[in-house]
């Protein structure tokens, strides 16, 4: 066997797809756990620290020998690299003294530590005072090390990286009270896990609702050209053709938790951000921060990493002026290439695209629309791609197309359109309809799973009496319903020490009973409580999920997004008189369900309002996994549910000193 280092990295993308015996094996021959070199030396980490902006162009082309930074180029042979962060989270502020004279003096937009956002002063959490948050982009393999220095009074913070399996790390997969404790004011904690699956990727705080109020930024896992399939559509892979995408409010997130009723009522998006800068709409005025900006050759074959850092329920279609985009991979898994004028991004969701820069003149415009029920409010922002090396730098920007954007060209095609529509007649292509370029292993595609589970998501109105009765959790709805966020009537609450490093320490009567068939529902008598609803997996089962909407048709299409795992899209569509969700059941207990022969895997799957998505998934890693909706207030109020994969002792040890926390109640006795 070829065993050298990157042959080694290449082969921990490979461990999910093991089973049992297997799966541990390679864990142990290929390092993949955290901790595994514990009788090393000690390494000086300020050796390996990388910078905290993006490196340019040219030092990514053409790095000094011996380079300890990690976004670089990825060469077959190559030995990882140690790639270090230590990153500080506070409290800061849009437009502050950093900016100086920005935006009248437009240079000063540019300056170190200055966040414009969308011109709208507000407070904000940043990390190291960056929006997005510092990037970190690093070749399979690598080691990533980042300390977290909590600097924020009276907060609380865990970090997720949204699409690393963190097979052999699962404590630092970063769910608060599930995988570890919060990270506490003036505490510093370290996360240290390989880079061991490829792909654009992205990580946001999963404590409350800060990743909206800016605690996010990118994550990507590179390879060598060699390995990618599609390798051969692109000429360039560069740092700076990202383009984060992210939402945002005139008040902080907690603002709008559980809800106002008044005329801020709702927790739409009141802008959105590419690249963490934009303008916005003040009264009649807009603000005149810069436009995030992509720079490109003519010429060329430019690989862009597109990130739905979204929150609110609003998703958004993106589109660039005079040019399609060659869809080439979603959520770190490449794809067959599709062609398309515009993308539909939900939150959580990853797509790259290859551009290709055949234009002349320019600047053009990057477009971001925000949909379902930011479309009344026309909530948009603008990017700019411009042409280096020609007119097009010196140009001025063309007018502003406003929300309704370019005219479609003919035989217009958009990539994942909202409520499933995926007809290639009228345009649209979903999920179901990409082909994985890679073989799907048998047990996924030919047979019934051994574990077949619905969740069905949702609502439960709260009446007034119910409310003031309780301390349910709960958001306000932008009509002013009073709702809790279930799966399957349960609305998802944490436990009081995380289960996956503290077993022993959850009381079992905070779990939802389970029933002699197997099945978690609430207690006898109750159509809707609140526990910790943990659904128990055999390690190594075939897993079949049907994700499903039995509410109303309306604009929401709630994206779930599976922690440990890729999973793969089987099926989508929507209920109808004639196709109910009891068909569906029955149907999916006789024969395996799939629309392709050659279904994707995703990890973020947006579930057509009024409707449903079938996934499948080998459950070879072992922890204690997430399942939620990204929507950020509907996971804050419940939407949630925990898949435990396995036994405790199939999980590695966590290293020594890893924090422990819980309550607080002892016995009271007289004096």
């Not at 559980?258 to 709702?266: A, I």
């Not at 951000?273 to 074959?301: D, E, F, M």
């Not at 007034?464 to 799966?487: C, K, M, Q």
Request: charged letters at 20%.
């Amino acid at each position: 066997m070829d065993t050298s280092a990157r042959e080694r990295a290449r082969a921990r993308t490979y461990i999910h797809n093991a089973s049992g015996a297997a799966r541990m094996f390679l864990c142990v021959l290929f390092a993949c756990a955290v901790g595994v070199t514990s009788a090393s030396t000690p390494v000086d980490l300020k050796a390996y620290l990388q910078p905290v902006n993006d490196i340019d162009r040219d030092t990514y082309l053409h790095p000094k020998e011996g380079s300890n930074i990690c976004a670089r180029e990825c060469v077959l042979g190559e030995e990882p690299k140690i790639c270090y962060y230590e990153w500080t989270v506070e409290n800061y502020a849009t437009i502050s003294d950093a900016c100086g004279g920005c935006p009248d003096n437009v240079t000063d937009c540019f300056n170190d530590q200055c966040v414009t956002a969308d011109g709208y002063e507000r407070g904000i959490l940043t990390i190291n005072r960056r929006i997005p948050a510092p990037s970190i982009e690093v070749c399979l393999g690598d080691r990533i090390i980042i300390d977290i220095i909590n600097n924020m009074p009276g907060r609380t913070i865990s970090i997720h990286w949204h699409g690393i399996f963190q097979q052999g790390s699962q404590f630092m997969d970063g769910v608060p009270m599930v995988t570890q404790c919060s990270i506490y004011e003036s505490t510093t904690f370290r996360y240290d896990f390989y880079a061991n699956n490829e792909g654009t990727h992205f990580y946001h705080s999963h404590d409350g609702l800060e990743k909206l109020d800016g605690l996010e930024g990118n994550l990507v896992v590179r390879t060598p050209k060699e390995y990618d399939p599609n390798g051969n559509l692109y000429d360039f892979d560069l740092p700076e053709h990202k383009i984060f995408i992210s939402d945002w409010m005139r008040l902080p997130a907690d603002e709008h938790f559980p809800g106002l009723r008044g005329v801020k009522s709702g927790q739409d998006a009141n802008s959105f951000l590419i690249n963490g800068r934009g303008r916005t709409r003040i009264g009649t005025k807009s603000t005149t921060t810069p436009y995030g900006q992509i720079n490109v050759k003519a010429g060329n074959r430019y690989r862009l990493r597109v990130v739905g850092g979204l929150c609110t329920v609003c998703p958004v279609k993106l589109t660039i002026d005079g040019h399609t985009l060659l869809v080439i991979a979603t959520d770190g898994n490449p794809v067959a290439p599709v062609r398309v004028d515009s993308i539909n991004l939900f939150s959580g969701e990853r797509y790259d695209v290859v551009l290709e820069t055949n234009n002349a003149g320019g600047p053009y415009w990057i477009l971001v629309q925000g949909l379902a029920t930011c479309v009344d409010q026309r909530v948009y922002q603008l990017g700019v791609l411009a042409y280096e090396g020609t007119a097009s730098g010196q140009r001025s920007l063309p007018e502003d197309p406003g929300y309704d954007g370019f005219p479609l060209p003919k035989n217009y095609r958009i990539l994942n359109p909202e409520n499933a529509s995926c007809n290639y007649g009228s345009g649209g292509i979903c999920a179901t309809q990409l082909v994985n370029p890679n073989p799907v292993p048998k047990d996924i595609l030919k047979e019934l799973p051994d574990i077949n589970y619905v969740l069905t998501f949702g609502f439960q109105g709260l009446d007034t009496e119910a409310l003031f009765n309780s301390y349910d959790r709960f958001i306000v709805s932008p009509l002013g319903d009073t709702l809790s966020s279930t799966v399957n009537n349960i609305s998802f609450i944490a436990p009081p020490a995380p289960p996956l490093t503290q077993p022993d320490d959850v009381p079992a009567d905070v779990y939802c009973p389970t029933d002699s068939d197997g099945l978690v529902r609430c207690p006898e008598g109750k159509s809707y409580c609140l526990c910790v609803h943990v659904i128990k997996i055999p390690l190594g089962s075939v897993v079949q999920l049907l994700l499903s909407d039995k509410s109303p048709r309306s604009d929401l299409n709630h994206p779930f997004h599976l922690h440990g795992y890729a999973f793969y899209v089987m099926e989508m569509g929507v209920y109808s008189e004639d196709f109910t969700e009891e068909a569906l059941i029955e149907d999916l207990g006789k024969r395996v369900r799939a629309t392709s022969s050659a279904p994707i895997l995703k990890d973020t799957l947006a579930i057509p309002s009024g409707g449903y998505a079938v996934i499948k998934f080998k459950a070879n890693n072992p922890g204690y996994w997430f399942l939620h909706c990204h929507f950020l207030y509907h996971v804050t109020s419940g939407m949630a549910v925990t898949l435990h994969v396995g036994e405790h002792s199939d999980v590695p040890t966590p290293p020594a000193g890893f924090p422990k926390c819980g309550s607080f109640t002892p016995k009271v006795y007289k004096d």
